[in-house]
């Protein structure tokens, strides 16, 4: 059975400080991952998307980067964080085409 | 690009009683998904309903496709039903996914 992992759980950031949020999927090779973001009380937002190593692209721009350094593993980061980058990250991986599973998230306070 | 729009936006509801929820969407889809999320945030997939109807336990899923339009029906609501409820529709022939606005469900015991 497939897995997946968020990490951290839950981070408290200084704004400007620099921030690494990572997703790890066990059990499928070569999966479809992708980022969300959630601001409290507010609609997810599909972030990035990556369908390999190596290769990821971008759909919605909040000064964020993402990377797929590894088959398994998906990878979100900035230099300087913002107070809007406040929120709910979610990480998620789609088998061909059909249903999305979802990590269990990551939420970030930008203080 | 897509749009997704669910309603009621909120839906309070006494324990045992049914609920129905919209979702309504912009585009064709050939996908569609529905979630719960947990007040604490988490998301479960609930139901996967591209076209026609589908069950499972209380849940059922309606779609009419060429209407653009799915339903979400929970019978006999319990209290453990409560937080949001989400469809998401992934564009066709993409890998781009777009999120409805939610329904937050509330049951009273």
């Known amino acids: 059975a497939q897995t997946i992992h968020q990490w951290p759980v839950a981070e408290i950031k200084a704004v400007g400080s620099p921030l690494s949020l990572g997703c790890t999927i066990k059990?499928?090779?070569?999966?479809?991952l992708y980022w969300y973001w959630q601001a409290t009380g507010g609609t997810l937002q599909q972030l990035f998307y990556?369908?390999?190593?190596?290769?990821v692209e971008s759909v919605v721009q909040l000064n964020l980067s993402a990377s797929r350094p590894k088959d398994d593993q998906f990878i979100l980061s900035t230099e300087k964080l913002l107070l809007s980058h406040s929120g709910f990250y979610l990480c998620?991986?789609?088998?061909?085409?059909?249903?999305?599973?979802f990590g269990p998230g990551t939420r970030l306070t930008v203080l | 690009g897509q749009q997704v729009q669910q309603s009621p936006a909120s839906l309070v509801l006494q324990e045992g009683e049914n609920a129905e929820l919209q979702c309504n969407f912009s585009?064709?889809?050939?996908?569609l998904q529905w979630f719960y999320q947990s007040p604490g945030g988490s998301l479960v997939s609930l139901l996967s309903n591209p076209s026609g109807t589908k069950h499972t336990g209380r849940l059922t899923s309606t779609t009419v496709t060429k209407e653009r339009r799915s339903s979400l029906h929970i019978s006999s609501s319990q209290t453990t039903d409560s937080g949001t409820y989400l469809c998401?529709?992934?564009?066709?022939?993409?890998?781009?996914?777009?999120f409805g606005t939610g329904t937050r469900l509330q049951v009273l015991p």
């Open positions: 059990g499928k090779s070569s999966p479809n």
């Open positions: 998401a529709i992934p564009p066709s022939n993409t890998n781009k996914v777009v």
């Open positions: 998620a991986w789609r088998p061909g085409g059909r249903e999305q599973y």
């Open positions: 990556s369908i390999t190593v190596g290769q």
């Open positions: 585009s064709t889809a050939t996908q």
